[in-house]
Nanobody, 121 residues
Framework: EVQLVESGGGSVRTGGSLRLSCRRS????????VCWFRQAPGKERVGISC???????YYENSVKGRFTISNDDAEKTVYLQMTNLKPEDTAIYYC???????????????WGQGTQVTVSA
């Protein structure tokens, strides 16, 4: 059974940093890529960063240069390091498995429960 458990959300001021964690189980990167999505209030859920087999990565334009995705196989955890956070980054962040991340739009299959990130001015 695929399971994804996010942690690490919180409240920070503009310019601050947070690291989100997604503990994964029940699959490997040969089965699925792993992506972070976010959903701001009143908006659609959007994929912002992915990591796949061999360490290939994807970043949506709004987070390029500020967010870094990584994977720790020993911990079976995917991380999203977020720096220079802005109020517009405020959202619920979800970890998800996806089909081939090189094909857009991203197609999520399994979801975590989400973690709230709030950035104040």
């Amino acid at each position: 059974e695929v399971q994804l458990v996010e942690s690490g959300g919180g409240s920070v001021r503009t310019g601050g940093s947070l690291r989100l964690s997604c503990r994964r189980s029940g699959f490997t990167f040969q089965d699925w890529d792993v992506c972070w999505f976010r959903q701001a209030p009143g908006k659609e859920r959007v994929g912002i960063s992915c990591i796949g087999l061999g360490g290939d990565t994807y970043y949506e334009n709004s987070v390029k240069g500020r967010f870094t995705i990584s994977n720790d196989d020993a911990e079976k955890t995917v991380y999203l390091q977020m720096t220079n956070l802005k109020p517009e980054d405020t959202a619920i962040y979800y970890c998800a498995t996806t089909y081939n991340m090189k094909l857009l739009p991203l197609i999520p299959k399994h979801w975590g429960q989400g973690t709230q990130v709030t950035v104040s001015a």
